[in-house]
């Protein structure tokens, strides 16, 4: 529970794997939380007003003062709640370094591949950005080896930093499996990263916020057409 | 100085102003370390054993264990060495976060805009990088108001994460002055961090490790003609 008399507000949209990171540890330190659905095409203007610079969700409203972008906000709350729930960040130094690196990785490497493989301009681009994703996903395998020493999570026993950054994504990745038959963690590349995706996925918190397979394929669906639109009209 | 039996290695290259930022950091701090000049053209087994997800400078060795990407290091550093010299990172976790959110955003925004107007493809987008630039420009004028309280740096009466991630790209903006004339932080549009810059610049652990500008512009003049050569042979 929060401390006596924070208030805690979430602007986020169902859909973002950004905003469902923060949902995850807001649930991993047993906050309680205000949540608030942004509509991305007609931004509220407290979101305007609490994110100027980047204008996007999420953005974490504690006690009326703004905190933006994804991981900032999850190192902010397990810094301030740091007697509350399990501690995101390793307290050694080094494996801190180690955590924020492969953060920086999944957001700038693997992500940014895999956005690259779904929305490249030609077929090759696209192709490129594939194998780019798999060459990320079988990096990501060392990290989990690396991170968890044989534990069931990135932060050992208890999920840490990574799983929440990481297990933020798994919901996209089914979605991606259900509309192109391409499963990113699988028995054969990364059978360490299949194992946690479905001991995570089982974890109370991260069913209790995790969005609906059916429902973020038809939201792709949607988005896809409203980009192929967008692109014929230029 | 570093603890007992503290050995610190850094690769770095002369002009790269990530490095400059972990020489910055571990001048502040006060700490002896061994430094490692890279040949980016012909990497040392070190490096790539050392960075093999990026294979890029810098790289900090730290008792043998090796920490990469420049943010990550001064974040570090300012952890494993939080009782010797200055605290870059502020205590207070709000302004902790706010301190991270613009070190990400001088590397995301504000670098990517520079290089955009620098580096693009055709004098459209080159325009277009500079509009954003000035823009950026007059945000982190913004933010410099709000770290700095006042006081004279970003980190208040002594610097901090800011003045380092930021003050690491000084150098390169008065090589940007030379060659094309363009000021990015000027009186006009930034009153406040014009004074920085010069107040930063004084310092003497920044006199200390700041690249000489000469060579910065004649090495600029050589990457440029490079480039263009790769274009036509392409």
Chains 1, 2 share one sequence.
Not at 4 to 20: C, H, T
Not at 79 to 105: C, I, K, N
Not at 108 to 117: C, E, G, H, I, M
Not at 165 to 174: D, F, P, S, T
């Amino acid at each position: 529970m929060a401390g006596g008399g924070d208030e805690l507000k979430l602007l986020g949209m169902w859909a973002s794997p950004f905003a469902l990171r923060v949902k995850l540890a807001l649930g991993f330190k047993g906050l309680s939380y205000q949540y608030v659905e942004e509509n991305l095409r007609n931004k509220s203007d407290l979101l305007l007003e609490s994110n100027p610079v980047h204008k996007k969700v999420p953005v974490l409203i504690h006690n009326g003062k703004p905190v933006c972008e994804s991981q900032i906000i999850v190192q902010y709350l397990d810094e301030v709640y740091s007697a509350t729930g399990p501690s995101f960040l390793p307290v050694d130094p080094y494996e801190r370094a180690m955590a924020r690196f492969w953060a920086a990785f999944i957001d700038d490497k693997f992500l940014v591949s895999w956005l690259k493989a779904g929305r490249g301009k030609t077929e090759e681009e696209k192709a490129e950005g594939v194998k780019e994703t798999f060459a990320a996903v079988e990096t990501l395998e060392g990290a989990f080896k690396e991170c968890s020493k044989g534990k069931p999570f990135f932060g050992g026993d208890s999920v840490g930093y990574l799983d929440i950054v990481l297990g933020a994504l798994v919901a996209w990745m089914r979605t991606a499996e259900v509309r192109h038959g391409i499963r990113l963690f699988d028995a054969f590349r990364s059978p360490l990263l299949e194992k946690w995706v479905e001991r995570f996925g089982k974890l109370e918190e991260v069913v209790a916020v995790m969005p609906d397979i059916d429902r973020l394929v038809e939201h792709a669906k949607v988005r896809e057409a409203e980009v192929a639109a967008a692109v014929v009209n230029n």
